[in-house]
């Protein structure tokens, strides 16, 4: 029985945390602080769109440094394996190659790996930047409607 009335309390109090959240601003006094927050989040607006605008123009360098970084760790990696079955023929210094062949595709093959991290962090920077700039969006249609709802309260002078 306490249970009940402890999750029914809970809900209540939080049906009307939400329902008092929901329009933070609602008199004439509160404009200036309306004011205040609709510029801060344009603000943030503009900086969430420069830095979206930057990491989308760098994504094509991301971008075709992994692709170099793959077609160079293929390339190395035919010559390893060229130089590989070369050195089956017993000859030391043909194994030496091959063993500096087969170091050096290793090293191209994590560089190509590191290339294409860094092309997802770099999706993954854009794919947030673009959730930020959505909810500020959202926030400030929020501050339009709180905006004219106060203004719909002002009488209007004849």
């Given at each position: ?92 210094q043909d ?9 050096d595709a ?53």
């Amino acid at each position: 029985m306490k249970f009940i009335y402890y999750v029914l309390s809970t809900v209540v109090l939080l049906g009307f945390s939400v329902s008092t959240y929901a329009q933070k601003y609602k008199s004439p006094a509160d404009t200036g602080k309306l004011n205040v927050e609709y510029a801060k989040v344009q603000n943030n607006i503009a900086d969430l769109t420069a830095k979206l605008n930057t990491a989308q123009s760098g994504l094509p360098g991301y971008q075709t440094k992994a692709v170099n970084a793959g077609n160079n760790a293929q390339t190395a990696a035919a010559t390893s394996d060229t130089s590989a079955t070369k050195a089956r023929s017993g000859n030391l210094q043909d194994s030496k190659d091959a063993k500096k062949n087969a170091d050096d595709a290793y090293n191209r093959a994590k560089d190509a790996r590191t290339a294409n991290d860094n092309v997802g962090k770099q999706n993954e920077k854009i794919r947030k930047l673009t959730d930020d700039l959505k909810e500020q969006r959202q926030r400030l249609k929020d501050l339009d409607v709180m905006r004219a709802a106060i203004y719909a309260q002002i009488p209007v002078k004849q």
